[in-house]
């Protein structure tokens, strides 16, 4: 037998996870939506997906080297000295990433389709096949042509409003909401942004998150994101970061704007039977930094390599036991992040003095050093215990100056 994928949704995830399995050999169907979709999103990438995942220098629009933290009151932390030359955040538009990313799987030989998927047919036993019935829009149409698809597995690589995490009822979760305008402006202006990124934090901004002014190829991106609670309150958050950018985003001229959902946390059921969810569909979304692109396609990938693993290169019908094998090694690697990501959200985003704590903490030498490396490399550099204590007691100290440790 030859084994047949199909891997719903052609972002980071799921292209990532085609471009394994087609390396393999295995037969495999990436199905997306809108090929030149544009994802409301920050954009910014770790040095150590550029490396992992081989993206090309084209790929980045800027490099940024340095970031600010601006508090509710207005202080401002330079981040950003404790790198060394070579290091760097990249900032790409989601358009370039995700079309590249799902080229180069096509190039392997994945059956790029660009449909909509409108139902998945669940089969009755573990040897039948499931069936996608889907819209095939290479007609040039909205409304496509019904077409049928029948594979032996299924990736949900669809995002936060996934249609095969319903298929399989995997569960809801909460998700945030992420509002982004895209602001041409002048030339002067833009030159202050060259190769910095801005982030600030208050309730005016968000009450539970970040708002950010990121810079891109010809124009920076300035947005905020919120929880279920306060998505009423998106715009006038939205006015807050651009209140208090005004400044420096004087004359400029918005050309796009864009809302997404985020998820919070994973969906309670990952796998169901020969279904796998990754990325924003599984819920991979950290807390805290809000980062989604690095995990959306290490996620895709991790899971088609244990599809790779236990089909034994696409000879054999991997089980759902065998799939669930990709969960428990995604949660022993990056488990730890999550927890200390959302412990951090909830410490230092509750009330303004806590967020001016958390930023006066950013100060430290040794703060932006692990902070950096761990973003950076995606492991939570053990530093030196001596180290740790410091910080630990840095922490404590700055939540103790901002009144933030009182309930």
Same mark, same amino acid.
């Given at each position: ?8 949704? !052609?972002? =980071? ?5 085609? +471009? ?7 037969? $495999? ?31 980045? %629009? ?13 202080? *401002? ?28 799987? *096509? ?61 399989? %009822? ?38 539970? #998150?970040?708002? /950010?002014? #990121? ?31 005004? +400044?420096?985003?004087?004359? !400029? ?12 946390? =994973? ?5 169901? !039977? ?9 819920? $991979? ?6 980062? !989604?692109?690095? #995990? ?33 090694? /995604? ?5 730890? $992040?999550? @927890? ?7 410490? #230092? ?35 030196? =215990? ?5 910080? $630990? ?11 933030? @440790?009182?309930?």
């Amino acid at each position: 037998m030859a084994l047949r994928v199909a891997v719903v949704g !052609g972002g =980071p995830a799921g292209s990532s996870a085609a +471009e394994v399995l087609t390396k393999a050999g295995i037969e $495999t169907y990436l199905i997306e939506r809108k090929l030149n979709n544009v994802k409301p999103c920050g954009g910014a990438i770790p040095l150590c997906m550029v490396s992992e995942f081989d993206l090309p220098p084209e790929i980045i %629009d800027r490099r940024v080297r340095k970031m600010k933290m601006i508090s509710p009151s207005n202080v *401002e932390v330079n981040i950003g000295s404790t790198l060394k030359n070579d290091e760097y955040i990249g900032m790409c538009r989601r358009e370039v990433l995700d079309g590249f990313l799902r080229d180069r799987a *096509e190039k392997l030989g994945a059956k790029v389709i660009n449909g909509t998927l409108h139902k998945l047919e669940i089969p009755s036993t573990d040897q039948d096949s499931y069936v996608l019935h889907y819209a095939d829009h290479s007609n040039g149409t909205l409304e496509g042509e019904h077409k049928k698809l029948k594979v032996d597995l299924v990736i949900g690589a669809d995002g936060a409003n996934s249609r095969v995490a319903k298929a399989i %009822d995997a569960g809801d979760y909460n998700y945030a909401i992420a509002f982004q305008e895209r602001i041409r402006i002048p030339d002067d202006k833009m030159a202050y942004y060259e190769d910095l990124a801005e982030m600030y934090v208050g309730d005016d901004v968000s009450p539970d #998150f970040y708002a /950010w002014v #990121f810079p891109k190829y010809d124009h920076v991106a300035v947005g905020t994101g919120t929880m279920k609670p306060n998505q009423s309150r998106i715009k006038e958050l939205q006015k807050g970061i651009r209140n208090r950018a005004a +400044e420096k985003l004087r004359g !400029g001229k918005i050309i796009r704007v864009e809302a997404h959902p985020i998820p919070e946390h =994973p969906r309670p059921r990952r796998v169901v !039977g020969r279904v796998a969810l990754v990325g924003d569909a599984a819920g $991979t979304v950290t807390k805290s930094s809000g980062e !989604g692109i690095y #995990f959306a396609a290490k996620s895709g990938r991790m899971c088609a390599e244990a599809i790779v693993e236990f089909s034994e290169q696409g000879t054999r019908t991997p089980t759902e036991k065998d799939l669930k094998v990709y969960i428990q090694r /995604w949660d022993k690697q990056y488990g730890i $992040t999550y @927890l200390v990501l959302d412990l951090l959200q909830r410490v #230092f985003y509750r009330t303004d003095a806590t967020r001016e704590a958390f930023v006066e903490m950013c100060a430290d030498m040794d703060v932006q050093k692990l902070t950096f490396d761990s973003y950076l490399y995606k492991t939570v550099v053990p530093a030196n =215990p001596l180290v740790q204590l410091k910080i $630990t007691a840095k922490t404590i100290g700055s939540l103790i100056r901002g009144n933030a @440790l009182a309930p």
